[in-house]
């Protein structure tokens, strides 16, 4: 082989491989830039009054200065508040009303929070749960403010999922989480979801530093480690019930295999792997009495831990 065609090759090799890491450092940019910078408009919402409710509309303001939308359903000496929180592109928080009646059935008061840049709270940028902590604890305060020492539970979905344990891990006044279809981190969803599209196994694998650095450099360095597999080791003996289906095909359900592998000693975690393909686990979300094994389920615990 002539010194010529070597070097063409080693230029050929030199070429492939430079492209190879532009794509891969631009594609967390290109991808994920699309999903979060943004205000998240639901196509759909839904009115308390379809379920029968008389609400408290209220505005929150966040440490941080967001403007959120809220609703209080209240209870008579309630055993605990629920908080709600919706997911990134569904469920909208409104989606919760009939999990609030549910709920108030059996002595539980509700407050649902609609998270910054969603639905009627102000905002223009999706966070992937790394700064909407504080859309949670303006909830805690509202209620510490004018409820007192009640018991706090955080109930998320997706997003609102990954908000809920994240919460916990940062805020000792929660005394307890539920959360449906929560990612352990937004680089493992990224890659989950990179290689089960096909994507070879190696090229997801080196993708995940690249949307690290990328959340690093999009969220600072102080909130490096505000995501779920990180803060689930915070609960310590505070419950939590962590939900999923087994086939979910928006989070694998490897994400809450790794969050419980973080849980420390003590900890007081029910998980349910529930069989299907729902995101949201239950067959009925917005009517969640039409799926008695998800609503028992919910509500056992929280008559478990809270009665």
């Known amino acids: 082989m002539g010194r010529g065609v070597k070097l063409l090759i080693l230029l050929a090799a030199f070429f492939v491989l ?3 890491l532009v794509i891969l450092a631009a594609l967390p940019h290109l991808v994920t830039g699309t999903v979060i910078n943004r205000h998240v408009d639901f196509e759909v919402v839904y009115h308390p009054r379809e379920w029968g409710l008389e609400v408290k509309p209220l505005s929150l303001l966040t440490d941080d200065g967001y403007e959120l939308a809220a609703w209080e359903l209240e209870v008579q000496e309630p055993k605990a508040v629920v908080i709600f929180l919706g997911g990134l592109e569904h469920p909208p928080v409104s989606a919760f009303w009939g999990h609030a009646r549910a709920l108030a059935e059996h002595g539980f008061a509700s407050l649902l929070i609609e998270m910054r840049s969603h639905g009627a709270s102000a905002g223009e940028q999706v966070y992937l749960g790394y700064m909407e902590h504080y859309d949670l604890l303006a909830g805690i305060q509202y209620i510490q403010e004018n409820l007192g020492d ?9 997003l609102g999922g990954v908000v809920a344990i994240n919460g916990a891990g940062l805020y000792s006044e929660l005394d307890g989480v539920i959360s449906i279809g929560a990612f352990s981190s937004w680089p493992d969803l990224f890659r989950d979801n990179l290689y089960f599209s096909g994507t070879p196994l190696l090229v997801a694998m080196l993708e995940k530093p690249f949307v690290q650095l990328y959340t690093l450099v999009k969220f600072g360095w102080k909130n490096r480690g505000l995501y779920p597999q990180q803060q689930a080791a915070n609960l310590a003996g505070r419950p939590a019930l962590l939900m999923h289906s087994t086939d979910d ?12 592998l973080s849980l420390g000693p003590g900890a007081k975690v029910e998980t349910w792997f529930r069989e299907g393909d729902e995101h949201l686990v239950t067959k009925d979300f917005l009517y969640p009495e039409n799926d008695s094994e998800y609503l028992q389920r919910v509500l056992g615990w929280l008559k478990n831990n809270f009665n």
């Open 18 to 20: 430079t492209g190879s």
């Open 150 to 158: 009640v018991p706090l539970v955080a109930f998320g979905a997706d």
């Open 249 to 260: 095909p928006l989070v694998s359900v490897l994400n809450l295999e790794r969050i419980t």
